[in-house]
T-cell receptor, first 112, second 114 residues
Framework: DQQVKQNSPSLSVQEGRISILNCDYT??????FLWYKKYPAEGPTFLIS?????DKNEDGRFTVFLNKSAKHLSLHIVPSQPGDSAVYFC???????????FGAGTILRVKS | KAGVTQTPRYLIKTRGQQVTLSCSPI?????VSWYQQTPGQGLQFLFE???????NKGNFPGRFSGRQFSNSRSEMNVSTLELGDSALYLC?????????????FGPGTRLLVL
């Protein structure tokens, strides 16, 4: 049972444009949502997070939006840069402990 | 500050053998979690340790075990290896066990079972 879903396996965007990565979840007990970026042969790198009491969080070029009623979140990257090309994972956790439930990941390719 | 380190980085074993992987968290971090990444199943939670105690466990067979030492370093062990255990094993650390706290990942250990 996939509790966190990233339905787009890949996304291709032109440099300078906006990248929008989507994530859906089914478990209403999730309280925190995180985005990680992963390059080949490296571990995931934390990008940005949001708690369920917020609907938006910004950090530089990265913004995460949360729609609790739709159980949907999205990561916006503006402007997209070639160095952003990587696999992006959406992850969720509950109110206690450190267990993260990950989506399958979306491969982002930013073309120059 | 040094990041999370994992040793070894690459490992080749044969079916039936056992393996021990090591993780050193960021200095001062007390929580260590382990994840398995495979092409078919993605990133899956194995277990979490805090203050030398297992606090949470994922849905993996008993062949997968771990421990944490007083300096917060952690090891995970897989006994009686199967072909399906071939994966990237990732370790993540955080200061405490506060909900929503950022976890920092190491580079992983790539295990190949032949």
């Amino acid at each position: 049972d996939q509790q966190v879903k990233q339905n787009s396996p890949s996304l291709s965007v032109q440099e300078g444009r906006i990248s929008i990565l989507n994530c859906d979840y089914t478990n209403s007990m999730f309280d925190y949502f995180l985005w990680y970026k992963k390059y080949p042969a490296e571990g995931p790198t934390f990008l940005i997070s949001i708690s369920s009491i917020k609907d938006k969080n910004e950090d530089g070029r990265f913004t995460v939006f949360l729609n609790k009623s739709a159980k949907h979140l999205s990561l916006h990257i503006v402007p997209s840069q070639p160095g952003d090309s990587a696999v992006y994972f959406c992850a969720a956790s509950g109110a206690s402990g450190n267990k993260l439930v990950f989506g399958a990941g979306t491969i982002l390719r930013v073309k120059s | 500050k040094a990041g999370v380190t994992q040793t070894p980085r690459y490992l080749i074993k044969t079916r039936g053998q056992q393996v021990t992987l090591s993780c050193s968290p960021i200095s001062g971090h007390r929580s260590v979690s382990w994840y398995q990444q495979t092409p078919g199943q993605g990133l899956q939670f194995l277990f979490e340790y805090f203050s030398e105690t297992q606090r949470n466990k994922g849905n993996f067979p008993g062949r997968f075990s771990g421990r944490q030492f007083s300096n917060s370093r952690s090891e995970m062990n897989v006994s009686t290896l199967e072909l399906g255990d071939s994966a990237l094993y990732l370790c993540a650390s955080s200061l405490y066990r506060v909900a929503g706290e950022t976890q920092y990942f190491g580079p992983g250990t790539r295990l190949l079972v032949l």
